[in-house]
């Protein structure tokens, strides 16, 4: 059971629901996923299996897409909708939100910047999780992360209630970006207050939602053929590490790669970069483990299985 599950969260479950779920189904303990998702939020959500998880590390850095629906006209204390909201008015004189208005302020997130996380997340401060000391009263000190918003798009504009005006914005961004926090940050600026009423992940790097299995086609596979279901479900260990040079290895090159040695390919190096990474494969094209240049060798990092 070696392979990548797309799956297609819904609202509700927590990541961790949808991993011990699929763990039941598949009839396997070695899971991992691709960034968690907030309960309250669905989309995109990969998991790797058996030998995959090896490979979980190199998508940790994968962009993701999300379409968030921003409340404006209210803040909230953990950003979203699941926190306490308190209206806020903006002045006078402002008037109204506008659609030009929210367009021209998207733009001024574009691009590298500083984001502070909110204060109900998952960052630990000295051990203990950020939203657990918020709850507690406390109030936890996270520092400010790098993060970069590669695009913003105005997809739907609602101001039937022009106090309360809804947007629905297509973000693309880099990973670790919380877009709770972007819904606040938007709000601020614009002087209104705001926060995310939903949010759906659509692409996770490589992976898409459009191609993601629903919770209900995972469970009908297994009910059908057992975790045979699930594996004709499965996408090949190293989907979306196509960016990554591949090198291919002769049963002997497998063998030494297995046993950790370094070896000299026969079918060459190709102008693989030295000391970055490479996706060591068979005769036919299947992944056999991670490696890396070294001059005129390859040394062996991780083997799949064995």
Request: with cysteine; glycine share 12%.
């Amino acid at each position: 059971m070696h392979g990548v599950l797309v799956v297609a969260k819904p609202a509700g479950p927590t990541s961790h629901d949808v991993v011990a779920l699929v763990r039941r189904l598949a009839q396997t303990r070695r899971i991992g996923h691709g960034g968690t998702l907030d309960p309250f939020a669905s989309g995109v959500l990969p998991l790797f299996l058996g030998g995959a998880t090896r490979l979980v590390e190199y998508h940790l850095r994968d962009d993701k897409a999300y379409r968030a629906t921003v409340c404006l006209g209210a803040s909230s204390t953990t950003d979203d909708l699941d926190g306490e909201l308190t209206p806020v008015e903006r002045a006078a004189d402002a008037g109204p939100i506008s659609r030009a208005a929210l367009e021209a302020t998207l733009g001024g997130f574009l691009g590298e910047q500083m984001q502070q996380p909110p204060q109900y997340s998952a960052i630990q401060v000295g051990g203990r999780r950020a939203y657990a000391m918020a709850r507690a009263g406390e109030n936890p000190k996270l520092s400010p992360r790098h993060v970069e918003i590669r695009a913003l798009e105005l997809l739907e504009w609602d101001d039937t209630d022009p106090t309360r005006p809804i947007a629905v914005i297509n973000v693309v961004c880099s990973a670790g970006t919380y877009v709770r926090a972007l819904a606040r940050d938007l709000g601020a600026r614009l002087a209104s207050g705001a926060y995310l009423g939903a949010l759906v992940r659509t692409a996770s790097g490589p992976f898409t939602l459009e191609a993601a299995q629903p919770l209900d086609a995972i469970r009908e596979a297994a009910a059908a053929a057992g975790p045979d279901g699930v594996r004709e479900l499965l996408l090949p260990a190293d989907t979306g590490l196509d960016g990554i040079p591949a090198v291919s290895l002769t049963p002997e090159e497998i063998a030494d790669a297995h046993q950790g040695r370094f070896f000299r390919p026969a079918s060459g190096l190709r102008g693989a970069p030295d000391g970055l990474p490479l996706r060591l494969v068979d005769a036919g094209g299947s992944i056999v483990g991670m490696g890396r240049r070294e001059g005129a060798r390859i040394a062996p990092t991780k083997i799949l299985h064995r």
